[in-house]
């Protein structure tokens, strides 16, 4: 090595003696040295950082529970849980107050009861035409236009049922209120018709082609093997796909609040007004509730209600869907 | 002998028949979806596009229909849209990140991940609860832009995080293994090999949830954005408006002229999410390469 370097350094004249200077070796050396320290730092600072970005969503989670925990708390102090959970009036912006959230659950079930008999049949039957009928070229363009569906804002969604779909219902039920649960479920079960449609379709292209081909060598028809087989070995998979599109019609706040009218009834009549827990929340938080005031606690009460609710099912979903996944 | 296959041919006929039915069946449910997506930019494009004109987009809403414009909610939705986006790609590519990159596979891992998709799950008014506790009162922001930022990146940080995941999970291992061999550390090889790979499909996912967040109404309804706005927002910690509540404004009041008004902010808002989706679609289709 030496004797090396003393001759490049006897070529130190040379224009590129930089380069000449040193070996390869030497090269990655030195810059190893210099940026040694720094690379050493960064590679264990980086994993720390990410880790704290990850473990945000954690703590999101955790403070979502824990302000509805606490101001809930605050709300039982003052109201029995009892009243709130078996009470069929729910009138806390008026006297006299009577916080039975019954009403506003029903209104939220009506709703989602109504959008999942719109849903549900439309969306199996159209993941069920993607998966076992469309010809690949009709599937590339079918699914990106049920996405632009699911991307719609719910707020226009809110618009059509107001501007179309309850002058339409009129026709056929001259006496329906402006606002009423039926055009606010069957808007809110269009919404949700791309999530059960590409969830199902998602179990069902899952089913190994081996099965279905079985069935065909036995002389099925493509709809027999579409219902007989597909269906029943997809069937975690597309229920978990119904319960979790229920679940988001719960959770569905702007076309309910538009459309579904702001009457907390306690009623199954789908062509009368009612309210959904979402739509109520959205209510108070339009309103000038004093902060502090009994009022502004029912918002936690009613969203704790609604967190409940919708982890349920998102977690019975979820469940479906491994068990599905665990048979293949 | 001849029996069983006469009673089979006419069996066989009828089931054939019931497969041709079901496939009109099929197919007629499936259109019902794209039938409703035109009925409804039919009705909103018929209901506003009389009144959508220069005026409506730089006037400021006003209680005359006539002279009713979007200016400030179109700004307010702006502002919101550049303070989220930054923070929710810092939050989710760094999620996604260290969970496809780094995560051992033990129950930390399991709990973050199961933690995500409930997220995913948990009703967007849910979200607008928590920013009116955490951010507006809890962390003094008010009813500002910042808040309503914050509260928008959690809303769309599951989807960031799982578009993030997808799209690092399509870079195969000889990529990374490549990097490895020629003396790339970790960082360097995530930083210089794989990120840069990933980046279209991040950055789709991201156009995407952005999109959603632009069209989101009732979490920022909770965190108090304004219905009635008369000024565009200079700084992070003003009031403002954003374009789905001015319409929400407008679809609630009672005047039928204001109807006519909302549906020309639908055109305006739907105009906007469609561009941000095109840009997606063409983001994916120009750098989507095979490995």
């Given amino acids: 090595m030496v004797s090396v370097r003393s001759e490049l350094k006897a070529m130190s004249h040379s224009p590129n003696k930089k380069v000449i200077s040193q070996s390869v070796r030497e090269q990655i050396k030195a810059n190893r040295s210099n940026s040694f320290k720094i690379g050493r730092v960064t590679e264990w600072v980086v994993p720390k950082l990410l880790l704290v970005c990850a473990s945000l969503s954690i703590l999101v989670t955790f403070g979502i529970i824990y302000t509805l925990l606490k101001e809930t708390v605050t709300f039982f102090g003052q109201v029995s849980i009892i009243e709130f959970v078996t009470g069929t009036q729910w009138t806390p912006l008026f006297q006299p107050q009577r916080f039975g959230v019954l009403p506003l659950v029903a209104g939220s079930v009506l709703v989602a009861l109504i959008a999942s008999i719109v849903a549900i049949p439309i969306g199996l039957a159209s993941a069920i035409f993607l998966s076992e009928y469309a010809p690949d070229r009709v599937r590339r363009v079918i699914k990106p236009i049920l996405e632009v569906l699911a991307g719609v804002p719910t707020i226009v969604y809110g618009f059509f049922a107001l501007s179309f779909v309850t002058p339409l219902l009129r026709v056929f039920i001259p006496d329906l209120g402006l606002f009423n649960a039926l055009s606010a479920g069957i808007v809110v079960g269009i919404m949700i018709i791309p999530m059960v449609a590409s969830l199902s379709e998602d179990a069902m292209t899952a089913v190994p082609r081996s099965i279905r081909e079985g069935a065909y060598a036995l002389g099925a028809t493509r709809l027999e093997v579409a219902l007989k087989v597909v269906v029943p070995a997809a069937f975690s998979g597309i229920i978990a796909s119904f319960v979790l599109a229920i679940s988001r019609a719960i959770g569905e706040t702007m076309i309910v609040t538009i459309a579904a009218g702001a009457m907390p009834n306690f009623t199954f009549n789908p062509v009368e007004p009612v309210q959904t827990l979402t739509a109520y929340i959205v209510q108070v938080s339009l309103g000038d509730t004093p902060f502090g005031s009994i009022e502004y606690y029912t918002i936690y009460a009613v969203g704790m209600t609604l967190f409940v609710l919708t982890f349920v099912m998102n977690m019975i979903a979820s469940w479906l869907s491994r068990r599905f996944k665990e048979d293949y | ?291």
């Fill in chain 2, 1 to 291: 002998m001849s029996l069983p296959r006469e009673q089979l041919k006419r069996t066989l006929s009828g089931r054939k028949r019931f497969d041709r039915l079901s496939y009109l069946v099929f197919l007629s449910s499936t259109s019902v979806g794209i039938v409703v997506l035109c009925t409804l930019l039919i009705d909103v494009l018929i209901n506003g596009i009389g009144w959508l004109n220069w005026d409506f987009l730089t006037n400021y809403p006003s209680r005359r229909p006539a002279n009713a414009g979007i200016k400030s909610a179109f700004f307010g939705t702006i502002w919101m849209i550049t303070l989220t986006a930054p923070i929710a790609f810092v939050l989710g590519v760094g999620t996604a990140i260290y969970l496809e990159e780094y995560a051992k596979k033990n129950w930390f891992t399991r709990f973050i991940q199961v933690n995500i998709s409930n997220l995913a799950g948990v009703p967007s008014i849910v979200f607008g609860i928590l920013g009116l506790t955490l951010f507006v009162r809890g962390m003094g922001l008010g009813r500002s832009i910042l808040a309503g930022a914050f509260t928008m990146a959690l809303l769309i940080l599951p989807i960031i995080v799982v578009a993030s995941q997808e799209a690092l999970k399509s870079i195969p291992q000889e990529l990374r293994h490549a990097s490895y061999a020629l003396g790339g550390t970790k960082w360097q090889t995530i930083r210089r090999i794989v990120l840069p790979a990933a980046l279209p499909g991040i950055l789709t996912g991201n156009i995407l949830a952005l999109s959603r967040a632009i069209g989101e109404t009732a979490p920022l309804i909770m965190i108090g954005a304004l219905t009635f706005v008369a000024f565009t927002p200079s700084s992070p910690l003003d009031q403002f408006t954003v374009m789905p509540i001015q319409i929400f404004n407008w679809i609630s009041r009672p005047q039928e002229d204001f109807q006519y008004v909302a549906a020309a902010g639908i055109i305006v808002l739907l105009a906007m999410l469609l561009t941000m989706n095109a840009l997606a679609i063409y983001l994916r289709n120009k750098f989507q390469h095979k490995f």
